[in-house]
């Protein structure tokens, strides 16, 4: 379903990677003891904003791109019981190359 669903505008689909629940020796963390990572895999990019002449600005950020993100923002969602975060390509704070 993620594949199929298209942002509008400069909003970009992304799911958040998990932090691992396991410390390196080997101590497993329960969720509660885990923070959220600011970090995603964008896996679907809209079209780009329009500029204020009328054209399209095509996002900086593409398909299978780490990204960073803001603590705050972005619109959460569910597709096919998978959870995803839709954010504005101006949240997006970094890409990880």
Same mark, same amino acid.
């Given at each position: 379903m993620a594949?199929? $669903? +298209?942002? @509008?505008l400069d909003r970009v689909l992304i799911q958040r990677i998990k932090p691992s629940n396991k410390t390196v020796g080997g101590i497993v963390l329960p969720d509660s003891a885990t923070q959220k990572l600011n970090q995603g895999k964008v896996v679907s990019v809209g079209p780009g904003a329009l500029g204020r002449d009328g054209q399209v600005i095509k996002p900086a950020v593409q398909v299978g791109d780490v990204v960073v993100l803001s603590?705050? &923002? &972005?619109? #959460? @969602?569910?597709?096919? *019981? #998978?959870? $995803?975060?839709?954010?504005?390509?101006?949240?997006? @704070? *970094? +890409?990880?190359?």
């Open positions: 594949s199929r $669903f +298209i942002p @509008l603590e705050y &923002g &972005g619109q #959460e @969602l569910k597709l096919d *019981g #998978e959870e $995803f975060a839709l954010y504005r390509e101006e949240d997006i @704070l *970094g +890409i990880y190359k």
